[in-house]
């Protein structure tokens, strides 16, 4: 069994009430903070730990804290992003369901090591029941002197609120939550100035995901050296994973970074299988953004080496046979699943979510979607599927914010790995809109390297 | 539920206005426009939908341009600007969903309520419509209903027939939450 740090009481009864939590070493994090640390110690401890962004970057959370300026007389934010809105993730919703007060404690810890008197909860309004929790859980801790003036007698005082969203996929990107937070459209800011400096209110600002503050609780607890030794390399520690699609057993599973993806994928620990006894097709690792990768690539690299769940392991290859850990939205996809008609689904998505500030974002989305629709629907022309990887490319690296690449990886990496069932689509468009292409090749043995590189 | 045209001139209740004012207390001074999202979420949950007599007032309350609420209220998606049905079964239609049967829901629900995507049925209980990814894709095909947003999870057509006919009774369990 691998450790758990964040799930360890998940199925303790009632941990999401105060009392509960507490009995089960709760709140320890905020005493040992408040009571032995400065706010540097903490930074330093969080640094120490290796832990990286859990809401799909990846940048080391300590660093991102040290960059936090400190002008005098501005007061500093920290702001929680819960807009959790990639497809295939769900591990933030779990969380804040089921054991609120890790989420409220991380706050408390990550506010104290940031200076951060007010704090905010960022959910995605469709979070209604969620954010009912989170108030619940704030009123708790409140009430047994966690929040508040001078928390523990420390001196300390900090005031949390949960702001809901409004439904908007893009108000996931930092910049365009803060601006959704003062009240205005999701538009993603142009980048200078970065939150650090000049983020809500035009004050220093830290944005980090619900998983990556809760993590701070058993970096805390534990202390930041124990935290790296788990996990491989520069993944340390543990991350939740959502898991979707045709799997025996979906749901939030906690991971000792490091495990296999076959391990994980079949093992009954995990995701138990694919479900009805079908066979593995293809694999999105790590939500709607990350290029997808077909059976063969997503259990071993073109080294014939097993993919590991880690942010190095899952990049592999780069984009010519790899992927990106992401935010752990892991969506696995059968032998009966049609790929072309996932990557027009999947810009569907990203079409109604572009927040229109960009043309090439703005228009290319659409044009995508266009474009994928007529080729399910069997009125596809083989140049469509060129003119689908040049209108990802002409995306790609061109706008405001990373919704752009997000949008043109899926369809290009598409593309790139089940080219065959595109054409197919195109030439057998009466056979197309009655079946599926199936499996083919993609669950075969391992393509040598000159194959996969070439795209 | 309260129904108003887009003409009629919208009064909020005492009790209304006192949660605003909590909403507004928790941003810094001068900052009250933070609170147009959580306020606009009151208004739907009050009348049903945002109009525009409504937004008007909500502008007024804010201390902010009319044309500041219209721009946030037509751009995030929850918010509806005309009338809808008393529920709004709001069904995820995104990827994960889509691959276990979100699409078959959606032709079910469409066909149980006799009405389009975003039309009201004649009683004017029911709407319906796809919206994107709801987080909720280990427990799909799912859908919710505002104003308190319940989710419906693991769905099949006996669930959808059990919910629609349990609202029309308005018996609904205590809302479930995984
Ligand atoms: C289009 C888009 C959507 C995003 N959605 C989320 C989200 O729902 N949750 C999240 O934590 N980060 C999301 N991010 C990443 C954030 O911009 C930001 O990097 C992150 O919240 C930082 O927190 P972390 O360092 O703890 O991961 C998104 C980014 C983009 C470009
Ligand atoms: S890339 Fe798309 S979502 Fe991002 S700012 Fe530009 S138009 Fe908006």
Redesign the interface.
């Known amino acids: 069994m691998g450790r758990k740090l964040l799930l360890e009481h998940i199925n303790v009864p009632g941990i999401n009430t105060f009392e509960v939590y507490r009995q089960k070493g709760g709140y320890r994090a905020v005493e040992k903070v408040l009571r032995a640390m400065s706010p540097e110690d903490v930074v330093e401890e969080v640094k120490k730990s290796g832990l990286r962004g859990r809401g799909g970057a990846g940048f080391p959370t300590g660093m991102k804290w040290s960059f936090l300026a400190k002008p005098e007389g501005k007061p500093r934010y920290l702001v929680c992003n819960g807009d959790e809105s990639e497809p295939g993730t769900f591990k933030d919703r779990y969380l804040m369901t089921h054991i609120p007060h890790a989420l409220i404690e991380g706050m408390i810890v990550s506010s104290f090591a940031l200076g951060a008197n007010t704090s905010y909860i960022y959910v995605r309004g469709e979070m209604m029941p969620q954010i009912r929790i989170l108030e619940k859980a704030i009123a708790e801790a409140k009430n047994a002197g966690f929040l508040g003036k001078n928390i523990l007698g420390s001196g300390f005082d900090l005031e949390l609120y949960v702001q809901p969203g409004g439904g908007a996929y893009i108000c996931g990107e930092e910049t365009a939550l803060i601006e959704s937070l003062e009240g205005k459209r999701g538009n993603p800011r142009i980048k200078p100035p970065f939150p650090a400096i000049s983020g809500l209110y035009n004050c220093p600002t830290v944005v980090n995901n619900v998983e990556s503050i809760a993590a701070t609780v058993p970096i805390i607890n534990d202390g930041g050296e124990e935290y790296a030794k788990i996990g491989l390399g520069r993944s340390t520690g543990t991350k939740l994973i959502s898991a979707s699609g045709n799997l025996n057993k979906p749901g939030v599973y906690e991971i000792e970074l490091g495990v296999s993806v076959e391990e994980f994928l079949y093992s009954e620990e995990y995701c138990g299988g694919i479900a009805n006894g079908k066979r593995l097709k293809a694999v999105v690792a790590g939500g709607s953004s990350v290029p997808i990768l077909p059976a063969n690539l997503i259990l071993k690299t073109v080294n014939n080496e097993p993919r590991l769940m880690t942010y190095e392991s899952l990049a592999d290859g780069g984009f010519a046979s790899g992927t990106m850990l992401g935010s752990g939205g892991f969506i696995a996809y059968d032998e009966d699943q049609c790929i072309v008609r996932n990557t027009w689904n999947f810009s569907r998505f990203y079409h109604h979510e572009s927040c229109g500030q960009c043309s090439p974002c703005r228009e290319g989305t659409g044009w995508m979607e266009k474009v994928l629709h007529r080729l399910e629907y069997g009125h596809g022309k083989l140049s469509d599927i060129d003119l689908l990887v040049d209108v990802s490319k002409k995306i790609e690296g061109n706008t405001i914010c990373p919704l752009g690449d997000a949008a043109a990886w899926p369809v290009a990496s598409a593309i790139r790995h089940f080219r065959d069932e595109f054409e197919w689509h195109v030439t057998n468009p009466q056979e197309a809109v009655s079946r599926n292409y199936g499996l083919a090749h993609y669950a075969d043995p391992l393509p040598k390297l000159e194959n996969v590189a070439a795209s | 539920m309260l129904k108003i045209s887009d003409t009629e001139e919208v009064i909020f209740s005492p009790e209304l206005i006192s949660k605003f004012n909590e909403i507004v207390a ?1 941003y ?1 001074e001068g ?1 009250q ?6 306020v ?2 009151l208004v739907q949950a009050e009348y049903g939908w945002v109009s525009t007599p409504a937004m008007n007032k909500v502008a007024d309350y ?1 201390d ?1 341009k009319p044309i ?1 609420v219209y ?2 209220a037509t ?5 509806f600007l005309e009338p809808k049905g008393k529920y709004v079964l ?1 069904v995820c ?4 969903c ?3 049967g979100a699409d078959k829901m959606m032709k079910y629900i469409e066909q149980k309520l006799g009405v389009k995507e975003g039309e009201v049925t004649e009683d004017g209980l029911f709407s319906w419509r796809g ?10 095909p799912v859908l ?1 209903i ?6 419906y999870e693991n769905l099949n057509e006996a669930k959808v027939d059990e919910l629609i006919d349990s609202l029309r009774l308005k018996t609904v369990e205590k ?1 479930q ?2």
Request: hydrophobic share 40%.
């Open positions: 928790r810094p900052k426009k933070s609170a147009l999202l959580p606009l979420h804010l902010i500041e721009e946030v751009f995030y998606t929850m918010f709001e239609r995104t990827g994960p889509s691959i276990v919206v994107e990814c709801l987080a909720a894709c280990g427990m799909a919710q505002g104003p308190d947003y319940t989710y809302p939450i995984n």
